[in-house]
Every structure is written in structure tokens, then in C-alpha cells.
């Protein structure tokens, strides 16, 4: 079972550095975040929640740790944010 959660979490985070896919992964965790179809469903308490609440933490986390690399490669560019035009994290 604990490989099966890192195989996961190593294709999640793979995946959402993939500029071609990551808005692709980061809309479909947030549908299935709000949809009513689970692995675990919702109306059973503290198993329901646990999928979803992994899911969200593993989300943030991820999308987190890309904007940081992304501002700390702007800072070791040398350049501001008032020098550059407002760019996504893609570029």
C-alpha cells in the first residue's frame, strides 16, 4: 500500500511540473475535490475526508514549492519584479 501512495505522489508531482499537463492535473484535483463521486465518499466520517484532504494538502504543497522556484530563479536572474512583465510560472 505505501508504494502504491509514492508511486501516486511521484506521478502527481512529475506530472504537474510538466508545463503541457499542469492545468490539466490542477483542474481535475479541483473537480474532484467538489465532486460527490469518491474513492472514499464524503458521508462517512474521517475516511470520507482523508482522500480529499490528502489530495488538497498534496495540491498546495506542490503548487507552492513551484512558485517558490520560480521566484528563486526570478532572484538569482537578477531581475525584479518591476523590471520583467508579469509572467506565469509556465514560462
Known amino acids: 500500500m505505501n508504494n502504491a501512495i509514492g508511486s501516486f ?3 502527481y508531482k512529475a506530472t504537474l511540473r510538466n508545463t ?24 462517512l466520517p474521517i475516511i470520507g475526508w482523508v482522500d480529499d484532504g490528502l489530495l488538497a494538502t498534496l495540491l498546495v ?3 507552492s514549492q513551484l512558485a517558490l522556484e520560480h521566484l528563486n530563479k526570478r532572484k538569482q536572474s ?3 519584479a518591476a523590471d520583467e512583465p508579469i509572467t506565469t510560472i509556465d514560462a
Open 20 to 43: 503541457k499537463y499542469r492545468w490539466l492535473l490542477v483542474a481535475g484535483t479541483l473537480i474532484y475535490l467538489v465532486s460527490p463521486i469518491d474513492i472514499a465518499p464524503d458521508f
Open 61 to 63: 504543497t506542490e503548487l
Open 9 to 11: 505522489y511521484n506521478w
Open 78 to 80: 537578477g531581475t525584479s
